[in-house]
């Protein structure tokens, strides 16, 4: 065989393994989980099983609420993403905390979530209250306001009314975080049809006050034993 027609058998050969039944393409090598930079796969693996496709909600309140992304910031959202909540069903995802997932990949999640849903000229005029509170709440004020602007829809002490489930069942209150209660006060349930502060009664929108102590006196339904921990962070 003349060194011709060893090239070109060799060619022939190689050729035939790279389009060989089964074989990976060139273009389509496999990348390692934490060289994942892609938003809508990040989401997707990691974020939607909670709180739903296209951050619409579901076990876990809505990502793609743009109230909500008015009042919690890049580095709360980060924070929660990278540490989690002690204490509730919000893991932590970074893996300086015990996740898998890198700071770039967290940093990655954060900037998708606000890119991808939020509004930031939709609340340009309206006096937003605060994420976390100022000032701790007083529950017996809480339970009077709680009767004003709740009770209408989880009834009057708090265990489901006409158009709302219990907001004080035990085993809800004991893997939900004082600022989740707050969150959800503020900026309701809307995957849910929950209003938010501004809408409870017609007219009259909560005020920060207000919102401070109904959570106060909704962490007083806590366990005595969960109380006794100051609540969750």
């Known amino acids: 065989m003349n060194c011709w027609a060893v090239l070109l ?3 022939v050969a190689a050729w035939g393994c790279e389009s060989a039944p089964g074989r990976p393409a060139v273009d389509s090598a496999v990348i390692a989980p934490n060289k ?6 990040l989401y997707a693996s990691n974020c939607a099983g909670c709180h739903g496709a296209n951050g619409a909600g579901g076990l876990a309140s809505s990502l793609a609420d743009p109230l909500y992304l008015a009042i919690a910031d890049d580095a709360t959202i980060r924070r929660v993403t990278a540490e989690g909540v002690v204490g509730t069903a919000m893991p932590a995802f970074a893996q300086s905390a015990g ?6 990949q967290v940093d990655v999640i954060v900037q998708g979530i606000r890119a991808s849903w939020a509004k930031p000229t939709m609340f340009r005029d309206v006096q937003l209250p605060s994420y ?3 000032a701790p709440g007083d529950a017996a004020r809480g339970a009077s306001a709680y009767a004003v602007f709740c009770a209408s829809c989880h ?3 708090g265990r489901g009314g006409p158009r709302a489930s219990s907001i004080v069942d035990r085993a809800y209150l004991t893997i939900v975080s004082d600022q989740s209660l707050r969150t959800t006060v503020i900026a309701g349930r ?12 017609p007219g009259r929108s909560m005020s920060p006050q207000d919102i401070s102590d109904v959570v106060a006196w909704l962490a007083t339904q806590r366990p005595a034993a969960m109380r ?6």
């Open 36 to 41: 994942v930079l892609d938003f809508e796969v």
């Open 9 to 11: 058998f060799a060619v």
């Open 190 to 201: 809307p995957d849910m049809g929950a209003p938010d502060w501004r809408s409870d009664v």
């Open 228 to 233: 006794a921990t100051g609540g969750f962070k």
């Open 99 to 104: 996740g898998v997932l890198t700071a770039e």
């Open 132 to 134: 976390a509170a100022r």
């Open 155 to 157: 009834g009057a002490a």
